[in-house]
């Protein structure tokens, strides 16, 4: 069974603190993905990486970064949170097949 | 790049009826469309997917049809239950090529 692991499942930050938020797959998946939630919104891409030390820009990454420094990992950061990045933030892993696989979520709050 | 547009957002059915959730895409090269249900407070999991080289595909309750001509899909769940009260996305994209891009979502309500 595919686990990706997302270490903080609630965070509470104050406005212009540095967020680490990571992510483990234990699949071995060449790819993996930040996404953001939000109600309405859906889920959009922030970042994407589909090999270690590579990184692609998604749709909304602006505010973010992200480091791929082992296949399993894939990091968020947020460098200098903003009230607008309280959101739920879900990363994904995928391997040869299409499907991607959803971590439980990380809802940060920056107040 | 692709644009994928879900309607409705809110559905409410009674117990039984069957359920359609419709999603448009904007990019004719996609050729991977996955369907995915996200309980409370619990992550997104794939119900169902479907590619481009068939036009419907079933699984028990629930299917899933795509025109490629008029670049839509749709989602039909049969005999809904209340276990069925979840937010579904649509999604797609181009297999192994491009990163999943999704619908903004529907709430469906199974009222018992």
């Known amino acids: 069974d595919v686990k990706v692991t997302q270490s903080s499942r609630y965070l509470v930050k104050r406005t212009g603190e540095k967020v680490f938020l990571e992510c483990v797959q234990d699949?071995?998946?060449?790819?993996m993905f930040w996404y953001r939630q939000d109600p309405g919104l859906g889920l959009r891409l922030i970042y994407f990486?589909?090999?270690?030390?590579?990184?692609e820009k998604g749709d909304i990454p602006e505010g973010y970064s992200v480091s791929r420094e082992k296949k399993e990992r894939f990091s968020l950061i947020l460098e200098s949170a903003s009230t607008n990045q309280t959101s739920m933030y879900l990363c994904?892993?995928?391997?040869?097949?299409?499907?991607?696989?959803f971590g439980e979520g990380s809802w940060l709050t920056v107040v | 790049g692709e644009n994928v547009e879900q309607h409705p957002s809110t559905l409410s059915v009674q117990e039984g009826d069957s359920a359609v959730i419709k999603c448009t895409y904007s990019?004719?090269?996609?050729?991977?469309f996955p369907w995915y249900k996200q309980e409370l407070g619990k992550r997104p999991q794939l119900i169902i997917d479907?590619?481009?080289?068939?036009g419907e595909k079933k699984d028990q309750r629930i299917a899933v049809t795509l025109n490629k001509t008029a670049k839509h899909f749709s989602l039909h769940i049969t005999e809904t239950q209340p276990e069925d009260s979840a937010v579904y996305f649509c999604?797609?994209?181009?297999?192994?090529?491009?990163?999943?891009?999704f619908g903004k979502g529907t709430r469906l309500s199974v009222i018992a």
């Open positions: 990019d004719s090269a996609s050729n991977y």
């Open positions: 699949m071995d998946h060449e790819n």
């Open positions: 990486s589909y090999d270690v030390k590579m990184k």
């Open positions: 479907i590619r481009s080289n068939v």
């Open positions: 994904a892993s995928s391997g040869f097949t299409d499907t991607i696989y």
């Open positions: 999604a797609a994209s181009i297999a192994g090529n491009t990163p999943l891009v």
